[in-house]
């Protein structure tokens, strides 16, 4: 049987919003929906719709820790969309398709290690736990995570800030401008794996050249070296020119032609929040582009071209952006936030999160901090047992041992030594 070229997984979670008037709601993904099927998707040859899985406890526990309080932050939708990244990562490790896209919600990008809340509409990871998932069932090695939505993906770095096995390349909107006020150039991961971690903020109002620009020059590069066995974009889709809550100006081409430059054998939806007038227009050009198909014709309605053009003073910052960074990749220098302290590593951190589970399933309270210090063991051997304490008004504190991957049995017998005392 020949693999199809596109598989396509679809979770709208109709029954699930932040508030009715929230931009994380319902209406979010049925246009799309519509437009898939009124443009005839599912009757190309090689494309195919696929159900979603429902992720399990112990999928979300190789990727998060939930400190005592806050079991009940994944709710069902939550476990369905971060399952329809399975289904869609599955369908690829299983020949089954040459490529996938997860279109689903609710999104998971800056859901971190440590979850008390949910931060920026994410309570958990979804394309985190695909990947833990898919390397505990086939043993997937070296993964690039290319992280395209207009806000940078802090979550997705937290979770893989100390694994040197994982490449998180974020292209998004300068954080001195947008939320979280992360993703800057000197963030290259923690003292184990300098270099893995790469940011690309981009000025504000930023279009398709200054996109195209980057990917080409910053982004390509860095896969190309880095030779990865899976790419997967975390395909946000709120730089476009009409979102209501960020300030960038990419077209559906100009997605299209993103994806064309990135290659990735798996997307996963994150952010987009013009339900109407960019993200069925979007998906499709998306979804073509990954299937090889002709997108040109894919057109929303906007303002003239020329309305939408990257100015000349932007694409020269954004090509000695470029030079800075792979310049910071060849000699990354000494981690930033850590001191030492005997064989190890500390850094302390405050944490926001703006909505958190209430009580009895009863919606969703307002804004808590977390306080948080992290340890990382400096192990000639491995990358580094990684200790994090943890405490916010909803949880009491808590410490976490937390091996890495690939652990030596030293970090193995010291991570089992913390968990009995």
Request: proline share 8%; aromatic share 8%; net charge negative.
């Amino acid at each position: 049987m020949t693999a199809r070229k596109l598989g396509l997984v679809f979770f709208p979670a109709y029954d699930w919003a932040i508030s009715p008037d929230h931009p994380e709601r319902e209406e979010r993904l049925l246009y799309t929906q519509d437009q898939l099927r009124e443009e005839g998707l599912f009757d190309l040859p090689g494309l195919a719709e696929y159900r979603p899985e429902v992720a399990g406890d112990d999928d979300v526990h190789r990727v998060h820790v939930r400190p005592p309080g806050v079991e009940r932050l994944a709710a069902l939708p939550h476990l369905i969309s971060a399952g329809g990244a399975i289904a869609a990562g599955r369908l690829v490790m299983e020949g089954d398709c040459l490529k996938s896209f997860a279109l689903v919600r609710p999104p998971g990008h800056h859901a971190m290690r440590v979850v008390h809340g949910g931060r920026g509409f994410c309570n958990i990871n979804n394309e985190a736990i695909m990947i833990e998932r898919l390397r505990h069932e086939y043993g997937l090695g070296r993964v690039a995570i290319v992280d395209t939505d207009c806000h940078h993906g802090d979550g997705t770095q937290d979770i893989y800030w100390h694994d040197p096995d994982t490449l998180f390349i974020s292209l998004h909107q300068d954080g001195r401008t947008l939320y979280p006020g992360s993703g800057f150039i000197e963030e290259m991961g923690g003292p184990s794996a300098l270099g893995s971690t790469v940011n690309i903020p981009l000025p504000p109002e930023t279009g398709d050249a200054g996109f195209l620009l980057a990917a080409r020059e910053i982004v390509r590069p860095i896969l190309d070296e880095w030779r990865p066995d899976l790419v997967v974009n975390s395909a946000g889709q709120d730089n476009h020119f009409s979102d209501p809550i960020t300030n960038m100006k990419i077209t559906a081409h100009g997605y299209a032609a993103l994806s064309e430059i990135i290659d990735p054998q798996i997307a996963v939806l994150e952010g987009g929040y013009s339900i109407r007038g960019a993200l069925p227009y979007l998906n499709l050009a998306i979804a073509l582009a990954m299937a090889g198909l002709d997108w040109q014709k894919v057109e929303e309605p906007g303002p003239e071209p020329a309305r939408l053009a990257t100015s000349p003073q932007s694409l020269d910052y954004i090509k000695r952006l470029g030079q800075e960074i792979h310049r910071r990749r060849r000699a990354p220098g000494r981690p930033a936030d850590y001191r030492r302290d005997g064989r190890w590593w500390v850094r302390e951190r405050s944490i926001f999160y703006d909505t958190h589970a209430l009580e009895g399933g009863d919606g969703y309270g307002g804004a808590i901090h977390e306080r948080q210090r992290e340890e990382l063991y400096d192990c000639p051997d491995c990358p580094g047992l990684l200790v994090i304490h943890t405490r916010s008004e909803v949880s009491r504190p808590s410490v976490h041992p937390l091996p890495p991957r690939r652990a030596c049995p030293r970090c193995l017998a010291l991570a089992e030594e913390m968990k009995r005392a």
